[in-house]
Structure formats: structure tokens, C-alpha cells
């Protein structure tokens, strides 16, 4: 979703870019394609973090470093790829 052609006056032409020019105050992207099973634990830790009182920067962060702390999915191809853009503080709940 943060993959995209690159034009000088833009910058990068992304999924993600299009969500924010039409009006998404955050989004979370990806730099690379990602695995599937990963995602979802990472969004589950996510919105499980937001309802504790995170903000959503944060959320993501401690959500990628308990992927860290996982056996067996420490490599950064894991958790590494998720990029928090916008406003930290919008409420998602």
C-alpha cells in the first residue's frame, strides 16, 4: 500500500496517499507485501492497544514489538513494514 510510481512535484504516488488526499486523517500502511497471519495479529494487538488508551502510533509500535518478542517472527520482514501516516491522536473507537 506505500508502493507506487514517483513524481517529482508529489513525491510518491501511493494506496496511502490516495486514502489521505481523500480526507483519511491516519492511515497504516505497508512497505512491502505481508503475511497475512502477521497482519492480523499486529491489527488485533492494535485495536487492543487503542482500547487501553494508546494513541495510534504507539498502538502500531507496541503492536510490532510484541511480533518482535514472538519465536520465530523476530525478523524485522515480519514487523518491520508497517508505517503509522497522519494524526496519532484521531480516535478510531
Known sequence: TESGD???SEGRMSLRKAFQIAGAKSVISTQWPVSDKIASLIMV???TNL???QNA??????A???I??????NNPFF?????????PN???L
Request: glycine fraction near 14%; proline fraction near 0%; aromatic fraction near 24%.
Open 64 to 66: 510490532q514489538l510484541n
Open 79 to 87: 514487523w518491520g513494514g508497517y508505517l503509522f501516516n497522519g494524526n
Open 90 to 92: 484521531v480516535k478510531f
Open 51 to 53: 482500547k487501553k488508551g
Open 45 to 47: 494487538d492494535f485495536v
Open 68 to 73: 518482535l518478542q514472538t519465536k520465530g517472527y
Open 6 to 8: 514517483y513524481f517529482y
Open 57 to 62: 502510533s504507539d498502538s502500531l509500535r507496541n
